[in-house]
């Protein structure tokens, strides 16, 4: 198994990194971090000093650490290990934790290694998406923040729990309505935020309340919309799926055909060999 790296940092959450890698012979000398670090070791295993114990973690599992206590790590075997990395500065965590508590501060964890299986598929997928060229802001963002609210309510020491939601059926009015309107660009979370009057995160938990959907997958579905009735047309595929804000036509056809079942392409043939559209 070679060695390799992949690195990006996110214009989001006061900007979040992300690391993809495998490493064999590499070994970290003992060095601290001024955020948070969270990822899952996807083969092998790591081993590293944290807090007064070495620690092992296996594929599967989550390794952390929290801003300004030392560490080092080292492949436990001669395998390597691989491992998907988000690098977090605190106020990504801070904004977590004030939809949580009444008075926030910065969470903390003693483990430096959870065994969750719910949480380490959370990391996998939101790193799989703000790691893919085109992926739209408003999914990386809803991942990432969905991500690091399930890591503080079940791993971080103290009492966190949601507050009660209200009725905020005006505000989810107001997103969907932007929504409607802007489809066509890259949304962020934090503009529809701003629009809500509510914080991203309280944002999403009634936003999905309301509609079942989270705003990304709210405002695909729009998209999606608007290219099936782009499709009874005459315009090129690439060109239909720019008409309907995706990054291109095979952003468009991956989510069509999630919805629907079938291509855009198959899809509009239909549409037009049917008798209703030789009238």
Known sequence: ????????????????????????????????????ALGVIERGALRFR????????NAGSINLVIPGEAHDGQADGEQGWSYSMFYLPPEALLEVAGDLAPRPSLPHFRSGVLHDPDLAQDILLAHATVAQAGAPALAGETLVRRMLTAWVERHADGFWRWPRLGD???????????????YREDLHLAEL??????????LLRVFERETGLTPHVY????????ARELLAGPLPLAQVA??????????????????????????????????????
């Open 1 to 36: 198994m070679s060695e390799s790296a992949e690195f990006n940092r996110l214009p989001i959450l006061g900007g979040v990194e992300w690391l993809r890698a495998t490493y064999v012979t590499q070994t970290f000398s003992r060095h601290t971090h001024e955020g948070y």
């Open 50 to 57: 944290y807090r007064g114990e070495t620690l092992r973690a």
């Open 168 to 182: 905020e059926r005006g505000a989810v009015r107001r997103v969907r309505q932007l929504i409607h309107e802007r």
């Open 193 to 202: 935020a701003e629009t809500a009057r509510l914080s991203p995160f309280h």
């Open 219 to 226: 405002l695909v579905q729009v998209r999606v919309q608007s």
């Open 242 to 279: 720019a008409e309907a804000g995706f990054a291109d036509q095979s952003h468009l056809t991956r989510a069509f055909k999630r919805r629907h079942g079938l291509t855009p392409g198959r899809y509009r043939k239909i549409v037009q060999d049917s008798p209703a559209a030789a009238k």
